[in-house]
């Protein structure tokens, strides 16, 4: 703007004054025009190569403000000027019209793009002095309408200062006595939601308030936040989500502000579901694990977030219930009936095939401990298949969710959004879909008979140890051993038996159908992007099938045969059969 380095000068000498935190805007009308202030309002239609001045001096210009600074030793490096415009914002109603307000307490305006100014302070009522306007919020649903945030801290002061006008600063009320006095009240910026007149925001020295009445009523709404000062306000527009940044803490997000919205006196007297806003359907991206990063962040949760009102204590519980355009139930959820406002994500996805656990130890290694349930579960470390345990996304389109609290039902749309960075079709993620579904049904299948499997091979370990000091069963039990020993071999074509938990394990033997049907619905889920599967993968889908099948065929043959005769061999000794329901055992 003007490069003349100012070091050890004093402010009052320089041509041009400037502070720390000089405000910029960007016009709403044109991307290409930028304020900056000094104390001029500077533009440019360049890209910053060459500036105008479009106002005077717009602070009170005390020249005893604009002295060498640091006390005992001078301290000049331009960036704690006194006499300074400290915020500039364009109406996004009206272009040209300019809101200013400067760090010695002027607010000024301009209707005409600069050729006229209009000092309006003086009609701000009980206002102090030696106060620094630290933000100006033209309102985006009235021209006349802007907010003006006081900060005073520097003056002693802590209360919190919020101005409203509506009629161009001709004048103004004050709308911040909802939020509570304290060292830390002290308002650093308002912000108006773009959506609901009178829902605004504010950021003070250590939370976040919100007031939904235009300053009537505020609320505090940190929640998990620290209580970090908080510096600027932006509601993104296009996902609805609140975006703060901290002095010195970082930025933290309120994902989808649609639930503050959908509150007024109605909502606050009864229960209701919020408007549901679209869910994008993202494909996960992958990379080598050297993508450099100079921030560490927790995301928000994945999928469409489920927004209710629970208006006072619930005896009964949340029923939540997603179905697709035809009417077919893709997924039920459990939500939580806390008084206020409750959120429940759905990932998108269909429910996750049944996964197995074992009941009985590996082969010849006693000590791998059973949980207390008598069971553990089927550890297998390898990140080939473990997102072949997910249920399949849900294809893009027009959902219906439904909520239940006690006798009460509430519905709305949720329409889920296909990822704009893919080039998959609709028709191919409906195949990939259908295919990933038959495979998680199958592993389901897979699932129930190891259970199966694994419950008769407990029933025939209790059977040997209750005939090992029978004399006269000696022969029955060494058929009970045999058998053990035909539906260990026959559960093993399906899992591998002598996984232990150790990560190794999954290297030490030959993965079985478990293992290759999980690999291969993570390899078309979570490596095929939104493609249709291809041959190779329809080709060893059919080949793990055929072997499924077998395995299936041979299992049913050990229970109608074998097994048979043995518990007709039990029950002559008076001895209790094993007991085998049969789940699982079909297609």
């Known amino acids: 703007m003007w490069p003349e380095a100012g070091y050890g000068w004093a402010p009052a000498d320089m041509r041009y004054r400037w502070h720390w935190n000089s405000p ?11 304020y900056v202030g ?6 440019t239609e360049t890209a910053g190569d060459s500036w105008t001045e479009i106002s005077p001096d717009l602070t009170l210009n005390l020249k005893d403000h604009q002295q060498s ?29 300019i809101w200013v307000g400067t760090n010695d307490g002027q607010v000024q305006l301009t209707r005409d793009e600069g050729e006229s100014w209009n000092n309006v302070t003086e009609n701000i009522p009980d206002m102090p002095t030696w106060r620094t306007i630290s933000n100006v919020e033209p309102s985006r649903f009235d021209a006349a309408t802007a907010y003006i945030s006081v900060d005073l801290h520097q003056m002693g002061d802590f209360d919190p200062w919020i101005y409203k ?26 912000r108006e939601d773009t959506k609901r007149p009178g829902m605004l925001f504010a950021g003070t020295d250590n939370s976040v308030w919100m007031t939904i009445d235009d300053g009537a009523h505020w609320t505090k709404l940190r929640l998990n936040m620290p209580p970090a000062p908080v510096y600027w306000l932006v509601v993104q527009e296009r996902f609805d989500d609140l975006v703060i940044a901290t002095y010195g803490r970082g930025f ?193 299948n897979i699932t129930s008979v190891i259970g199966r499997m694994e419950y008769t091979r407990v029933q025939l370990c209790a059977a040997a140890s209750a005939l090992e000091n029978d004399a006269d069963a000696q022969a029955v039990l060494a058929e009970v051993r045999r058998l053990t020993t035909v539906a260990t071999e026959l559960e093993g074509r399906l899992v591998d038996i002598n996984l232990t938990g150790a990560r190794e394990d999954s290297f030490r033997n030959p993965m079985k159908l478990y293992g290759r049907f999980s690999a291969l619905a993570s390899d078309v889920d ?21 072997r499924f099948e077998e395995a299936k065929q041979a299992i049913q043959e050990f229970f109608d045969g074998e097994l ?5 061999q039990l029950r002559s000794l008076g001895r ?12």
């Open 576 to 587: 209790p059969a094993i007991v085998s329901d049969g789940d699982g055992a079909g297609p």
């Open 526 to 546: 979570w490596k095929g992007s939104d493609f249709v599967p291809t041959q190779q993968q329809r080709e060893v889908h059919q080949v793990l099938t055929d």
């Open 564 to 568: 048979n005769r043995l518990n007709d």
């Open 252 to 444: 933290y997000i309120l994902d989808g502000i649609g639930s503050l919205r959908g509150l007024d006196e109605e909502t606050l007297a009864s229960n209701t579901l919020f408007d549901i806003r679209p869910a994008y359907r993202w494909q996960e991206t992958q990379g080598i694990k050297t993508e450099g990063s100079m921030s560490t962040r927790s995301g928000p949760q994945y999928g469409a977030d489920i927004n209710y009102f629970v208006a006072g204590q619930s005896g009964g519980r949340v029923r939540i219930r997603i179905e697709d355009a035809s009417g077919e139930v893709v997924r039920e959820l459990a939500g939580p009936t806390q008084p206020g406002i409750n959120r429940v994500y759905w990932d998108l996805r269909h429910p996750a095939p049944s996964l197995p656990r074992f009941q009985t130890k590996p082969p010849g290694r006693d000590w791998v401990p059973l949980e207390q349930g008598a069971d553990r579960v089927v550890y297998v470390w390898d990140i080939d298949f473990i997102r072949g345990h997910r249920g399949p996304l849900a294809v893009p389109g027009t959902y219906t969710v439904t909520v239940t609290l006690d006798d009460e039902e509430f519905s709305r749309p949720l329409e889920v959004l296909g990822d704009p960075y893919s080039t998959g079709s609709l028709s191919d993620i409906q195949e990939q879909v259908t295919f990933s579904l038959q495979m998680r049904d199958q592993i389901s």
């Open 165 to 190: 006008t509506d009629d161009y600063g001709e004048s103004w009320s004050k709308i911040s006595d909802g939020i509570p006095s304290s060292p830390h009240s002290f308002v650093h910026v308002v």
């Open 69 to 97: 600074s640091g006390g005992v030793a001078f301290d000049n490096l331009m960036t704690y000027d006194g006499s300074l415009i400290f915020a500039i914002a364009e109406s996004p109603l009206t272009q040209g019209t």
């Open 38 to 43: 000094g104390q001029y309002v500077h533009r």
């Open 24 to 34: 910029i805007n960007i016009s709403p009308h044109d991307s290409d025009v930028v």
